[in-house]
Structures are given as C-alpha cells and as structure tokens.
C-alpha cells in the first residue's frame, strides 16, 4: 500500500517560514509529478504548488513568492518552503503524487497542521 508522509507542520508567528517535506518511499517517485494543496476549516480543498516529472513549477497566485516547491529524486521527496507566513496561511497541508506514465495513479498524504498565529 502506497504511503505518502507529510512532516515539518507545527505553530508559527505571521511572518516566519516552515518547510513541510513529503516522503513517497513506495512509488517510481522520478515518474510522478507532485503537489501540495491545503484544506482551511469550512473551506475547500485548495491547489498551491506543483512540480512536474522534469522540475518545472507553478503556484497559485495567493503563495507565489512567498513559497516554493521542490523535489528530491534521489530521496523521493517534495518539499514546501513557506515564507512570510500569514494567518490565512492557517489549514491542513497535503501532499499529491500523480502520473499517467504507467497507468494513472494518484495518491495523497495524510495531511500536516499548519498554524499560523501570535
């Protein structure tokens, strides 16, 4: 069975960093483009960053510049640098892996607490 663990999520003042790592020891990881999306209480599920099988990177426009996305081939594992926290920073962070390159599989973590208070 596929697992996806997400770590590094704890308490942080606005304006501080925190960087969430994703360990996928259980899939061709050089094969899956990876993500990290974040669920807020009472909100959906939001899309902040992806990274494709080749490092190329997107972010939704409310983390761009202030968090970027990376990914380790050789350690099966993306990463979440996250700057300049805000309040609203404040959810659930999960980790995605998807691929169509042998057959489409997709997987998620099982979610790490983000808040962002004083």
């Known amino acids: 069975q596929v697992q996806l663990v997400e770590s590094g999520g704890g308490l942080v003042q606005p304006g501080g960093s925190l960087t969430l790592s994703c360990a996928a020891p259980g899939i061709r990881f050089s094969l899956y483009a990876m993500a990290w999306h974040r669920q807020a209480p009472g909100k959906q599920r939001e899309l902040l960053a992806g990274i494709s099988r080749g490092g190329i990177t997107n972010y939704a426009d409310s983390v761009k510049g202030r968090f970027t996305i990376s990914r380790d081939n050789a350690k099966n594992t993306v990463y979440l640098q996250m700057n300049n926290l805000k309040p609203e920073d404040t959810a659930v962070y999960y980790c995605?892996?998807?691929?169509?390159?042998?057959?489409?599989?997709?997987?998620w973590g099982q979610g790490t607490q983000v808040t962002v208070s004083s």
């Open positions: 995605y892996a998807s691929t169509t390159s042998i057959g489409r599989y997709d997987y």
